[in-house]
Nanobody, 116 residues
């Protein structure tokens, strides 16, 4: 079974940037959706961004214009470029790959902390 491993998290000051990576152990070519979610302390996991096989993207309102999702088919990797980071972006970020309503996998998460 394909596994996902996130990396790129860390500590950053407000206004800074980070690039998260999600590397798959197998092919993501046939996945219908590749997404990033996040979970802040005491809050539920929330959607951040998705890339769809129909070649469009979707972003949560709080990150529109600041975050960009992309994928590299050859490397089986999904990225999340995060710019103009705010303290409220602090969370554990999770990668998700979905093939259909019954088949999806999650990564283990990577911590992002935005503070002065």
């Amino acid at each position: 079974q394909v596994q996902l491993v996130e990396s790129g998290g860390g500590d950053v000051q407000p206004g800074g940037s980070l690039r998260l990576s999600c590397a798959a152990s197998g092919s993501l070519f046939s996945a219908r959706a590749l997404s990033w979610y996040r979970q802040a302390p005491g809050k539920e996991r929330e959607h951040v961004a998705s890339w769809f096989a129909v070649d469009n993207t979707d972003y949560a309102e709080p990150v529109k214009g600041r975050f960009t999702i992309s994928r590299d088919i050859a490397k089986n990797t999904v990225y999340l470029q995060m710019d103009s980071l705010k303290p409220e972006d602090t969370a554990v970020y999770y990668c998700n790959a979905r093939w259909d309503r019954y088949n999806e996998i999650w990564g283990q998460g990577t911590q992002v902390t935005v503070s002065a």
